[in-house]
């Protein structure tokens, strides 16, 4: 399957390239019988939707550590800043040496992902709310992530990590799928180049994207390109991506939408007609009402931009930042 990405400069879809984007995954949410039960969690929104644009690479990190499946349960215990792994039914059976070393060569290897699922309430892969025990048997207040999604995030900050549950909320679904895919465009247009341009130009495509999640981080982010000499390409380029995918973590709201929408109407102000412009308008104050969602009037104005706007506004990657036929923002 081909990755579609936005509109080119005559307004049609384009291919940019013929892989899918790798992501890495719990492999109990692929349907693998690997968990202690012997059994899987498989996620069909990963297998039947996402699989179509990603391409998972599972891995188990409590089979990878040679514990066997079926299994007794596992918990964390301890210290919250640095919990150890126990069997639920023999807490003095202290297994996180296994288990670490389990993982710790495959987690050199993932460099080339673009974004990881990983299984919900799960002491290894949970991303958040994991509890830990404490020698009274009573969890602590403290909850954590699994160890091997701890130690993944730990090892690459940026990289978009979800868990497969919260997948099910449409704003968080979004803004893990617009991160990987922003991540991915980064990574493979930007990150390999000596090039100073793609820097710019890369911007120059992500700029209302990023007004839509943070204004702060979109001024920052203008002014670290205007003082571009003062640093190398490569730190300039590292300090660039740890802004957007730091300014992406946060969900856009209902309000900065409308902001970034009416930004892009005003490109419309000498090639339309008042009366349409009005409309747009209007469109847009439904959607900050909540009568339609986000997917109206982006496409209105896409529409009328695509005919009359500038290239600059065509390329905006804000119109369609992961393929439109995921259906994202119908559900915003
Ligand atoms: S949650 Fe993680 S450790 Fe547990 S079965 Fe799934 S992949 Fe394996």
Redesign the pocket.
């Known amino acids: 399957m081909k990755i579609m990405t936005p509109q080119n400069t005559d307004g049609q879809t384009t291919e940019t390239s013929e892989r899918r984007i790798s992501v890495g995954i719990?492999?109990?949410l692929l349907g693998d019988n690997?968990?202690f039960n012997g059994g899987h969690?498989h996620s069909s929104y990963c297998t039947k939707t996402l699989s179509q644009y990603f391409q998972f690479e599972k891995f188990?990190?409590?089979?990878a550590a040679g514990f066997s499946t079926p299994r007794p349960t596992l918990r964390l215990i301890g210290d919250p800043n640095a919990p150890k792994m126990v069997y639920t039914k023999d807490s003095d059976t202290d297994v996180t040496e296994t288990f670490v070393e389990g993982y710790r060569e495959h987690l050199t290897t993932l460099d080339h992902l673009d974004g990881y699922i990983v299984?919900k309430n799960?002491p290894?892969?949970g991303m958040e709310r994991i509890k830990i025990y404490q020698e009274n048997g009573h969890p602590h207040m403290q909850r954590t992530a699994g160890l091997f999604t701890q130690a993944l995030m730990d090892k690459y900050p940026l990289l978009p990590v979800e868990e497969d549950g919260r997948l099910n909320d449409p704003a968080l679904r979004e803004n893990f799928i617009l991160r990987v895919f922003a991540h991915h465009e980064f990574r493979h247009q930007v990150a390999t180049s000596d090039n100073f341009h793609d820097l710019l130009q890369f911007h120059s495509r992500y700029k209302y994207l990023v007004m839509a999640h943070s204004q702060s981080a979109y001024k920052n982010i203008g002014r670290l390109l205007s003082n571009a000499k003062k640093q190398p390409l490569h730190t300039l380029k590292e300090i660039y991506f740890a802004e957007l995918m730091q300014a992406f973590k946060q969900p856009a709201s209902r309000k900065n939408h409308c902001n970034v929408l009416m930004h892009l109407l005003g490109y419309l102000k000498r090639s339309v007609s008042g009366g349409i412009r009005q409309d747009i308008e209007s469109v847009i104050h439904q959607y900050r009402r909540g009568e339609v969602t986000l997917i109206t009037p982006v496409t209105l104005l896409r529409h009328y931009l695509n005919q009359y706007g500038s290239e600059y506004v065509k390329s905006q990657r804000y119109f369609e930042p992961y393929p439109a036929a995921l259906g994202i923002r119908s559900n915003l």
């Open positions: 719990s492999s109990c690997v968990r969690s188990c990190p409590e089979v299984m799960s290894s892969c």
